[in-house]
């Protein structure tokens, strides 16, 4: 009968298992602790990850604290002075080249 429980173990199982029931009774009450730690841990964890989720929020509201919503008008804008100043820098590097061509250093 190797890895089978035998008759007397399964009695013994069983006379435990009453006892815990006449000692802790059943009606709303967790027979074994495990349950029960089980339970604090998963409360734990949902307040850890509400006070996470409140962290994040002040964290985004510290961030967010002094920045406006970007506007068409300054889109459009920014995208003009884009162009200017690349025609700037192209007519700088032209004027260089240019100089340098016209009075080459030996």
Avoid: W, Y
């Avoid at 435990?16 to 709303?28: D, E, I, M, P, R």
């Avoid at 009450?29 to 962290?55: A, C, F, H, P, Y």
């Avoid at 889109?75 to 162009?83: G, T």
């Amino acid at each position: 009968m190797s890895g089978l429980a035998t008759h007397e173990s399964l009695a013994a199982m069983g006379d435990l298992v009453s006892k815990l029931v006449a000692k802790h009774g059943t009606k709303n009450k967790q027979i074994l602790d495990g349950d029960i730690t089980i339970r604090k841990r998963k409360k734990v964890e949902q307040r850890s990850k509400k006070e996470i989720s409140e962290k994040r929020k002040a964290k985004k509201e510290i961030l967010e604290k002094g920045r406006s919503v970007d506007n068409t008008a300054d889109i459009l804008n920014e995208r003009i002075l884009n162009k200017v100043a690349t025609k700037g820098i192209i007519q700088l590097f032209n004027a260089v080249k240019h100089i340098k061509t016209i009075s080459p250093q030996s």
